[in-house]
DNA sequence: CGACTTATTGACCATCATCAACATGCGTGG
DNA sequence: CCACGCATGTTGATGATGGTCAATAAGTCG
């Protein structure tokens, strides 16, 4: 970490720092920019339970386990994913700092996935009933936990289309880009913390193929790759790629 | 229609009766079991403004619009879908009777896609905001909204993954099969009101493949084909085929 | 009946998966 | 510190699934 002049994205949301911690943390309009008084702050804080730390590997639930609580990544990377009857992985998901884990789980009150950490993990846990009773005396809240509901509904799409290889890991590249920068790291130099094999398993294209691309897009100066550092030399020209798959 | 036997999916999901009706839509939960007094089903009630018809290509709402409302589709068959910057459609979704239209638009406050009727179309419309606000009263109502939207999360893992073009159509005509069944319409004779391009779209195939795999299915005496009339002749064998995309 | 849309079928081809070999990095233990 | 071994990643050769292009058929609506 310290030898790279950027701040690179290994870095926890926050420095132990409470408010820094919040302000990352997808709940932060909830918590912070709604102007609610102690009581109501208080309320949601004292749901706040910090988990971890989890390290490489680590289950951190199992499909079918009882859903109980939603979780904010607060450091390092979650991937989630099924597993078929062959025990074939399909990822589903890779979940950064300041990124909600089990929302999906609402409906059925159970974890239709598993979900493992990629590296060393520290989560802030809360119970979902007592967030949903809390959401219904802080409009803010429900208001949030809608959005962030509404908002993961759209993101699968960027692995539904039938686009080419390219446009997967372009689109892949920034749209994890995107959402680093959203929570102050670097849109250009990326840690990219997960295998060759689950990013190609999470984009649907065989490890060979994610290599020869990566490849190509450094052989045209794109990109330059160190194993899981990745920097993005032309930005736009990497957009200009991902446009069909990321539609902005 | 009243040529078949057995009643086919064109119909309503409600005979013009009002209860009837809120029996067969998503919201029926929150408006009938809860055991909720007068008021607040009143409450609920009060929101619900019926539109349409709609007819078969009507628009319904467009992308970029703002989102104010939700809606419960009473009759007919919705199709959500984006289009890039060469008029290129990418169907989204199918919604059938008693389904929910709109609940990805939360996010942005504006919808993310198109939606047009099918056929003729009925909807139950809710103003989202006094729906949410009505949610933090009624917290069976807020539950209800909270399964809906993690529900959504989930559905679009049936054309996320690297399956065959046989699995997807089976997988498709299983899944329309049971949402179908859900209302309690037929499950083995379904009319799909969508045509092969759309289908073959929103599988992410081409129309040429869609009618290539409907052919061998037909000669397997797995189900057979009538232009939009499709009868399931071997179930549970569609079902295995579809088990790896829909996983149960 | 004729124009148009929708669906089907056939021939060919491109992308990406598969299989296999090899390289590289990393941790462990001598 | 180096050697070994395993996991991860890269590269090349080949092939299959499904896309594209084109022609034909079959509904549908005037």
Redesign the pocket.
């Known amino acids: 970490m310290s030898k790279h002049a950027v701040r690179l994205n290994r870095a926890s949301a926050d420095d132990g720092d409470e408010l820094r911690f919040c302000s990352t943390c997808a709940f932060s309009d909830a918590c912070l920019s709604q102007g609610y008084g102690k009581p109501e702050l208080e309320a949601l804080h004292v749901l706040v339970e910090h988990v971890g730390p989890y390290h490489e590997g680590d289950v951190i639930f199992r499909e079918g386990e009882d859903f109980k609580s939603i979780a904010a990544v607060r450091a390092g990377t979650v991937k989630t994913f099924v597993s078929d009857s062959n025990g074939n992985e399909q990822v589903l998901g890779f979940f950064l700092p300041g990124e909600i884990i089990g929302l999906n789980a609402i409906h059925h009150n159970k974890f239709p996935c598993h979900a493992v950490a990629l590296d060393t993990v520290m989560l802030c846990r809360f119970s979902f009933p007592k967030m949903a009773l809390l959401a219904t005396k802080i409009p803010g809240l429900q208001d949030q936990l809608f959005k962030l509901l509404s908002q993961d509904i759209g993101k699968a799409a960027l692995l539904a289309g039938?686009?080419?290889?390219?446009q997967r890991i372009a689109a892949f590249l920034i749209s994890t880009s995107r959402r680093y920068a959203e929570r102050g790291f670097s849109a250009t130099q990326l840690l990219m913390p997960m295998?060759?094999?689950d990013m190609a398993n999470y984009l649907?294209?065989?490890?060979?193929?994610?290599?020869?691309v990566?490849?190509r897009l450094q052989d045209l100066k794109i990109i330059s790759?160190d194993?899981?550092v990745f920097v993005l030399l032309q930005y736009d020209a990497l957009e200009r790629m991902a446009m069909p798959v990321l539609r902005s």
Chains 1, 2 share one sequence.
Do not use: C, F, H, N
């Open positions: 039938d686009y080419s290889a390219e295998t060759r094999a649907r294209l065989a490890p060979e193929t994610v290599s020869r990566l490849r790759v194993r899981r």
